[in-house]
């Protein structure tokens, strides 16, 4: 691609999808396209083709997701499978019929099984069985993924998956009760601090920008509360304590052991960039012609499953091409707890964290193996001190703002 290139970018609001299109910009590709959730909503199969039809873009970054921390995807089974379905099938589909030239899906590590063993690399997937809590999600990307290295497979195309660990970074979602554990962490510890400080005008400018809603049991019956800048400080604080926030005290899921890789979005935006314009499937898989459409076949036709004129086809002759995706990450770890120290001492809080055993502590450790990422040419720049708190100086000035 060169610089005039029209790249789209699903989900460019986002984490993932800012980030990559700030690292396009700096980069000089200026000929960007994005749309928001209003403007375009990519489960809406017709709206995706028609803009596909104005847009023509010449590569696709697929950031956007249906997303959500532990409890989220808990109790919203059928939306995280479903949205995300969706939103792939009609992304991947409009992209192959309207000639996208280069298609990036970002995925998660979350695809891999509870059990993996450690560092995971891109062959455990599918080896055993995954983690109960997001297997909905993680069913969504593994199947997004495996869409990318099947349309390669069968159309030559060249569309490339990459697997970011766990990410935090600016526009991360700090909602308490679906945004992932370091920005709740953070969040909650800040709160905390604000509550013990008596800092009302504080929190109500937090719960003015990101405002907090919670369903507490009374007398037996589940009651929904909302609060925000205007809520009476007794409901605020019902609210907050239904999280673990208390004056100068937090409580947070888990004994606090289990062990987490991170990775700052603008690495990963960075690392995501560097694949999209620099690597091409035919490079991970070692293979040049992998397709029968490299040898003349013709792929203009419909899918039928009774004709396979027109349909390209995969070339069984050269075996099992699979795990053809790339993991994004450092190949560091910490502790959840180790985790909760940084984010004490970026806040500046001088309450105590606490640790709520009765409650699930996920997988026990998920560090993946990031050899392939270096082989093909980078490496992580912000290490975990650093970038907890580039992230809390950030959030403080998303409540300025």
């Known amino acids: 691609m060169d610089k005039n290139s029209k790249i789209y970018v699903a989900g460019h609001r986002g984490l993932v999808g800012s980030a990559i299109w700030n690292n396009l910009l700096q980069r000089g590709y200026t000929n960007l396209v994005g749309r928001t959730h209003k403007e375009l909503d990519l489960t809406d199969q017709q709206a995706v083709r028609q ?13 956007a997701a249906f997303v959500g921390g532990i409890m989220a995807n808990s109790l919203y089974r059928a939306d995280f499978i479903m949205m995300n379905m969706k939103m792939q099938c009609n992304v991947i589909s409009e992209a192959y019929a309207h000639g996208v030239e280069k298609l990036l899906f970002l995925g998660s590590t979350c695809i891999y099984p509870k059990n993996a063993p450690q560092p995971m690399r891109e062959d455990c997937l599918l080896t055993s069985e995954l983690e109960y809590t997001n297997e909905e999600y993680a069913i ?90 205007n809520s009476d400080e007794a409901t605020i604080r019902k609210v907050l304590a239904h999280y673990g926030i208390a004056p100068n005290a937090v409580s947070l899921w888990g004994t606090g052991t289990p062990l987490r890789e991170f990775l700052w979005s603008e690495d990963m935006a960075d690392a995501s960039v560097h694949v999209l314009l620099n690597v091409n499937f035919s490079d991970i898989i070692g293979i040049e012609k992998y397709s029968s459409v490299h040898y003349g076949n013709k792929a203009d036709g419909i899918v039928d499953r009774n004709h396979s004129t027109g349909r390209g086809g995969a070339i069984p002759a050269l075996g099992e091409i699979r795990n053809c995706h790339i993991n994004v990450g450092t190949g560091h770890e910490l502790t959840i707890r180790a985790l909760s120290e940084l984010v004490v001492k970026a806040v500046g809080f001088t309450g105590t964290v606490q640790f709520d055993t009765t409650k699930p502590d996920g997988t026990m450790r998920k560090l993946i193996d990031v050899s392939k990422l270096h082989s093909l040419g980078w490496h992580h720049k912000v290490d975990i001190e650093e970038g907890v708190q580039r992230l809390f100086d950030w959030y403080r000035q998303s409540l300025a703002e």
């Open 51 to 63: 803009f596909f039809d104005e847009e023509r873009p010449d590569a696709v970054v697929l950031a």
């Open 140 to 229: 969504a990307k593994i199947a997004g993924l495996k869409m990318c290295e099947s349309y390669n497979l069968q159309y030559g195309t060249n569309y490339i998956a990459v697997m970011p660990t766990n990410l935090y970074g600016p526009n991360d979602n700090f909602h308490l009760e679906n945004s992932h554990v370091m920005p709740a962490m953070m969040r909650k510890i800040y709160l905390a601090q604000l509550l013990h400080e008596e800092n009302w005008m504080l929190i109500r400018r937090d719960l003015a920008v990101r405002p907090v809603g919670a369903n507490i049991n009374e007398n037996g019956a589940s009651v929904r509360y909302v609060v925000d800048g």
